[in-house]
């Protein structure tokens, strides 16, 4: 069995990562830093990190967590660290690398033994069973191995109902100062169970220690709503009710559960997507600009827009269950559980009143996808004649595909070349590839948990947005709307399109996005 400790260097480590970084990674330097648990950034170093991992051995884990901290240290994005794996499983050290190295080169890329070398020489494991004493003990013998008081990161890969435990052994292991953890969905089933979470929480940990995470936002294409409506003055003032006729924003998605029905049977797709993921999206495309952008004006920005909706009402609301969910192991015979949501959300301000923000996302649909389309009102009228195709096509659309290929469109009426008066719709298209930098997208566990070790509270959930939401939810909780079964492979029962009437879903989209190098 390996020693307990670790080397107090790291072996040189050949970088794969396009962008330029050091060889070595003793010591990174980051653009900006946190100095403090109240998020605030400096210039300086990022103090070396304990980053502790529970659920080390789960599907989480092996798929995004452990292959997006080896890409960070390829990248050179993490500071001087050592990494603690814990969970149920009883592993020695040789053990939990080897099952890391597995999933790395299942989930990631094939890793080259020097590349290895610097990243396994980092991991340790201590067994759940073994107590909070004997995992205080491992990450103060990696703490002496970084020297110093070092910082600590504590992410939470475990079942909703697990949390609190963590947190509880983290407390009786004397593990909560100098720390931060990070916490998977939902936060709670309903306001008063996330409020309880909430209050228990912060028994232990203070709010600016806390970071929920939503990898929706963690996505480039993401982040680069921000980009687009604050640093163009071309859109900014077309960003609002005069303008906007309405939005969509939909994720479907062609996975089953492949197991985790257990889960679903208790939450359901509105509580596992809309309000962690789908309205936290919104609120990055309904915001104001925020004074600063740095984490607590964005954060209450997004607030407010929590603030200004309107409750979700059940008659606003399509639920369905796709056919042959109920044979599913561990699904009741009769189970009502929806795998499909689709609704009207409305922001009640001076910006948004009266536009209406449709929402859809379900499993086992047509297509899987991630977008966010604005459909532009159209001119009041028209002095173009009869048969010459404008308003054959519906409104103008500026869309964002929010997929790792990060993408965006706008759609427009546009002459066709010839005699006469004849008008085809066509479109603008960028995909961030074209840029030559998609190599450098950071996978958003990676981004995220980079932003943690440094404080960044940007794209985290706030107890505030959180219970908010679930306050908003109430009437639907209460009275839900009936589910309607839906085909798998299709798009959802027929009642969406009533939901949206007189306009018209987006998906599928009648013309495809166009290849690089394409027409």
């Known amino acids: 069995m390996r020693s307990s400790g670790w080397p107090t260097k790291v072996p040189g480590l050949e970088v794969v990562h396009p962008r330029p970084i050091s060889a070595k990674v003793d010591v990174v330097t980051l653009e900006q830093t946190a100095d403090s648990d109240s998020g605030t950034t400096t210039g300086t170093a990022v103090e070396p990190h304990v980053i502790v991992l529970f659920g080390a051995t789960g599907d989480l884990a092996r798929r995004k967590l452990l292959p997006g901290l080896l890409h960070l240290l390829q990248a050179g994005l993490l500071p001087e660290c050592r990494i603690v794996g814990t969970s149920l499983e009883d592993l020695d050290d040789e053990g939990f690398t080897e099952l890391a190295r597995q999933a790395c080169e299942e989930f990631s890329q094939p890793v080259g033994e020097e590349q290895w070398q610097a990243f396994g020489s980092l991991l340790g494991y201590v067994a759940q069973s073994a107590g909070p004493q004997a995992l205080a003990a491992r990450v103060k013998a990696a703490e002496s191995e970084l020297g110093g008081e070092s910082r600590r990161l504590h992410y939470l890969s475990v079942p909703p109902k697990a949390a609190l435990g963590v947190v509880r052994t983290l407390d009786e292991a004397g593990l909560v100062e100098r720390s931060r953890i990070i916490m998977e969905k939902p936060f709670g089933t309903d306001l008063a169970s996330a409020v309880a979470l ?35 003055g071309l859109f900014e003032p077309i960003w609002n009710r005069n303008h906007i006729e309405h939005v969509q924003i939909d994720v479907p998605e062609t996975l089953a559960l492949d197991g985790r029905t257990g889960f679903y049977e208790a939450t359901g797709a509105y509580k596992d997507m809309v309000v962690t993921h789908l309205f936290q999206v919104m609120a990055f495309m309904a915001m104001e600009p925020p004074t600063a952008l740095a984490p607590e004006p964005i954060g209450e920005e997004k607030n407010k827009v929590f603030r200004s909706m309107k409750p979700i009402e059940p008659q606003h609301v399509v639920r369905g269950q796709y ?85 965006l469109s706008l759609s427009f009426y546009g002459k066709r070349p010839g005699t006469g008066m004849k008008l085809d719709k066509l479109s603008l298209q960028f995909a961030m590839e074209e840029t030559g930098r998609g190599d450098a997208v950071l996978e958003a566990y990676e981004r995220l948990i980079h932003d943690a070790i440094r404080g960044d509270h940007t794209l985290f959930t706030t107890a505030e947005g959180v219970e908010r939401l679930w306050d908003l939810s109430r009437p ?12 798998p492979g299709s798009w959802g029962p027929n009642a969406i399109h009533q939901l949206i009437a007189p306009s018209a879903w987006r998906l599928p989209f009648e013309r495809g996005w166009r290849s690089r190098g394409g027409t």
Do not use: C
């Open 323 to 407: 056919l042959g969910y109920r044979d599913e192991k561990g699904v009741a015979p009769d189970s009502d559980t929806e795998t499909f949501v689709a609704l009207r959300a409305e922001i009640d301000n001076w910006r948004w009143a009266g536009v209406p923000f449709f929402l859809r996302t379900g499993k086992r649909m047509a297509e899987g996808a991630r977008i966010i389309s604005i459909a532009f009102r159209e001119p009041p009228k028209s002095m173009f004649p009869a048969g010459s195709g404008v308003g054959a096509h519906g409104p103008d659309h500026l869309t964002f595909d929010l997929a790792e290929a990060s993408k």
């Open 476 to 487: 639907l909780l209460a009275d839900p709307a009936p589910v309607r079964s839906y085909a």
């Open 198 to 232: 909430n209050d228990e929480l912060h028994e232990t940990y203070g709010e600016e220690q806390i970071f929920r995470i939503d990898h929706f936002l963690g996505k480039e294409a993401a982040q680069n709503i921000l980009a687009f409506r604050f640093a163009n």
